[in-house]
């Protein structure tokens, strides 16, 4: 395939960047709120920057009731309302030529026959010589009933055949180990691993790419990027709103599924990893594989000492009084789901022998944020950090993921006047302020991955049963310990004194992100 040295922040990425290829995309859940918030805005995006391949047909496909007219309706007041950047007629009298709906529930076979059909039709006048990608925007129940029923009708074209076959795969996978690797196996039934691209929107986010190009193309950093030199890592991703409609879903799942299983693990392995010898997705991936194979397990009575878990009591938000979780609609009233967990967790290799990476998580937090916090290790106590009373404060690289993307480094300097005093001060870089424009969306970097077949920032089956596996030995401590309640913490604060204990030293507190 083609490459391309094009210094488009989305095209010049952590490699040299495939070209992505005309194709269908087809969105399993098209009538959805994936599909309207993100996956529609993201595709016009690309348009309006010049990324979108010439032939590209997208195809709602959902038992909705929609024909195109109404599909193209939805997708526009998705794109007025979601986009980060505004609809332009000119533009979208443009993308919705390309805008298409097949109706059909997903358990019947004569829906997949009726999408096959339908692109066959559409795609000679769109451009697009058969390429297709598949995008289940549907529960895990629902994923094996939609591989089957593609391989039923012919839609899957096995390995890499041309034209092409990919099947794009929306979290949550699987619930813990064992379903995780059933799922797996029904995806691997129809299609071969290099097809099948499991999506973490994360790690589509600039300062999450960033974070490699931060550590390994600066000389000031890589160094020190070690048990030497580091004192410990705290990566938070904190959420401002409850659960809200979504408690039936969080009821099943709760914050160390929905959140820590992915999210947090994969910033974890690109935080964490060795220096990878190429920037091709395998070798990559293969790097972030190892730091999820040397986590050291937390299981039995560890997990009682190294896992916080709690749940958001009432509480004020933005001003207005906020019900505790277990007052939530469809909540029940004795859950013992937690909404806020916090880790203490090592990674037993090398580099970070003895360093704890501190893991947390929650909703109903004062503000959205997400961070991962580099602390390093003080100066001897001379000179300046002489006084045991009133230590330095430690060195931190804070890197901002959202809301307000940027990286940070806090140093000690001199106050002005005939004294010396030291005052720590912070020197800040942010991508809004610095290259004047937004950040493209994470769904737009990652769709165009697809596209190309670049899975770099996908992840791979192997990885995912590992931070399963990492996982579900705490979930089965959890159950062996039979909780019957869990500690609170008031909406709008930063979590439960237990949490704070967690982490305490004379050095050591959760940064405020």
């Known amino acids: 395939m083609l490459e391309t040295t094009s210094h488009n922040p989305l095209t010049a990425g952590l490699s040299h960047t495939l070209l992505p290829e005309p194709c269908s995309i087809v969105i399993f859940g098209g009538a959805g709120d994936l599909s309207r918030r993100k996956l529609v805005p993201a595709l016009y995006n690309l348009m309006l920057d010049g990324l979108l391949p010439a032939g590209i047909a997208i195809v709602g496909f959902a038992r909705t009731d929609l024909d195109d007219a109404r599909f193209r309706q939805l997708a526009r007041a998705g794109i007025e309302k979601h986009s980060r950047r505004p609809l332009e007629e000119p533009a979208w009298s443009a993308f919705e030529k390309r805008l298409f709906f097949v109706r059909g529930p997903f358990g019947e076979a004569s829906s997949y026959a009726d999408l096959a059909k339908r692109l066959e039709a559409i795609e000679p006048g769109c451009g697009v010589p058969g390429n297709r990608i598949f995008y289940l925007s549907v529960p895990p129940s629902a ?46 039934a129809s299609f071969r691993e290099d097809q099948i691209f499991r999506i973490d929107h994360y790690l589509g986010k600039e300062t999450v790419q960033n974070l490699l190009v931060m550590r390994f193309a600066n000389a000031i950093f890589e160094p020190l990027w070690n048990h030497k030199y580091v004192d410990h890592v705290q990566i938070t991703v904190a959420e401002e709103e409850g659960v809200g409609t979504r408690a039936g879903y969080y009821e099943e799942a709760g914050a160390l599924r929905d959140m820590v299983q992915n999210h947090i693990l994969q910033i974890l392995c690109l935080t964490a990893m060795e220096p990878p010898w190429t920037l091709s997705a395998d070798v990559v991936r293969d790097h972030k594989l190892e730091v999820l194979s040397c986590l050291r397990s937390i299981s039995g009575s560890d997990a009682l000492r190294s896992v916080v878990r709690a749940q958001y009591g009432s509480g004020v938000h933005r001003g207005v009084e906020v ?44 503000r959205r944020a997400s961070e991962i916090a580099v602390q390093f290790k003080g100066v001897p106590p001379i000179l300046f950090n002489a006084d045991a009373a009133s230590p330095l404060e430690a060195n931190v690289l804070a890197l901002r993921i959202q809301p307000d993307e940027g990286i940070s480094l806090r140093v000690a300097t001199k106050l002005p006047g005939p004294k010396v005093r030291i005052f720590p001060v912070k020197m800040d870089f942010r991508y809004g302020t610095t290259f004047g424009e937004q950040s493209p969306e994470a769904y737009e ?35 062996d310990a039979a909780t019957r309640w869990l500690p609170e913490y008031s909406a709008g604060t930063w979590g439960p004194l237990e949490a704070e204990k967690l982490i305490q030293s004379p050095l050591r507190n959760w940064r405020t992100p």
């Open 323 to 366: 019900p505790g979780y277990r007052r939530e609609p469809n909540v029940r009233p004795d859950s013992v789901t937690e909404t806020y967990v916090a880790i203490e967790a090592y990674i037993d290799n090398w580099r970070w022998a003895g360093v704890p990476f501190f893991l947390r998580t929650g909703k109903r937090m004062p």
């Open 143 to 188: 994923m094996g009933t939609c591989v089957e029923g593609l391989r039923g009708a012919g839609l899957v074209r096995a390995g890499a055949a041309r034209p092409f076959s990919r099947i794009i795969v929306e979290k949550p996978i699987g619930r813990d180990l064992a379903s995780a690797q059933a799922l797996n196996d029904g995806l691997a």
């Open 445 to 479: 970097r990652l769709l165009l991955d697809v596209m190309a077949g670049d899975a770099t920032l996908f992840m791979r089956r192997d990885a995912v049963e590992a931070s399963w596996r990492w996982v579900t030995n705490i979930l089965e401590a959890w159950e």
